[in-house]
């Protein structure tokens, strides 16, 4: 069935830098755009940011703007987030997603299941 | 970039509608007719239950419903059942990305 699958996350240090990884599977991922939304522990859901189907457009949120790369390999089915700075505060549960459509903005109909950022001294 | 307001809880009996306000702006909710809806269960990755302020997603069942008005986007859940208890977020874009709302967590008494 259509899957993402994200990696990379684990225990870092502040100030240091984590690339997340997301694989696709059983649809064309070259078609859709691509979301990379996270939530910190017994909070809510965060927007992070978006890539378009061929990766030419970018957004962010504010509070990642300068800190975050968002990218994409369509030839490799992957979607990336390269995480630099890194806080306390970027603590969180990283979850990428499918958009419905190729801007990013219709609605996202495929998750992830997860992968853990946990950013600690 | 500021979040949508939701209310942090709303609660039912089972077999009752309840309703969930989002309120954004003119440059979000009110901007754009692609407001979507998302059911999480605990330690559960989201799942699409509302995309472009109406419409479902195959599979999901016709007890959840969305309607926009101005700036404020409303889910409704008709027949209320014990596995709805979850936290619910809307979402709009917001011309460029998108914004999500606080959340709700409702419950089924």
């Known amino acids: 069935q259509v899957q993402l699958v994200e990696s990379g996350g684990g225990v870092v240090q502040p100030r240091t830098s984590l690339r997340l990884s997301c694989a696709a599977s059983?649809?064309?991922?070259?078609?859709?755009?691509v979301h990379w939304v996270r939530q910190a522990p017994g909070k809510g859901l965060e927007w992070l940011a978006v890539?378009?189907?061929?990766?030419?457009?970018?957004y962010y949120a504010d509070s990642v703007e300068g800190r975050f790369t968002i990218s994409r390999d369509n030839s490799k089915n992957t979607l990336y987030l390269e995480m630099n700075s890194l806080r306390p505060e970027d603590t969180a549960v990283y979850y990428c997603?499918?958009?419905?459509?190729?801007?990013?903005?219709?609605?996202?109909?495929?998750w992830g299941q997860g992968t853990t950022v946990s950013v600690s001294s | 970039q500021s979040a949508l307001t939701q209310p942090a809880s709303v609660s039912g009996s089972p077999g009752q509608s309840i309703s969930i306000s989002c309120t954004g702006t003119?440059?979000?909710?009110?901007?754009?007719?692609?407001v979507s809806w998302y059911q999480q269960h605990p330690a559960k990755a989201p799942k699409l239950i509302i995309y472009?302020?109406?419409k479902r997603p195959s599979g999901v069942s016709n007890r959840f419903s969305g309607s926009k008005s101005g700036n404020t986007a409303s889910l409704t859940i008709s027949g209320l059942q014990p596995d709805d208890e979850a936290d619910y977020y809307c979402c709009s874009y917001a011309g460029g990305g998108v914004v999500f709302g606080g959340g709700t967590k409702v419950t089924v008494l």
């Open positions: 003119g440059s979000d909710v009110g901007g754009y007719n692609v």
């Open positions: 997603a499918k958009d419905r459509g190729g801007w990013g903005k219709y609605g996202m109909d495929v």
């Open positions: 890539i378009s189907y061929d990766g030419t457009k970018t």
């Open positions: 059983k649809f064309t991922f070259r078609n859709y755009g």
């Open positions: 472009e302020v109406n």
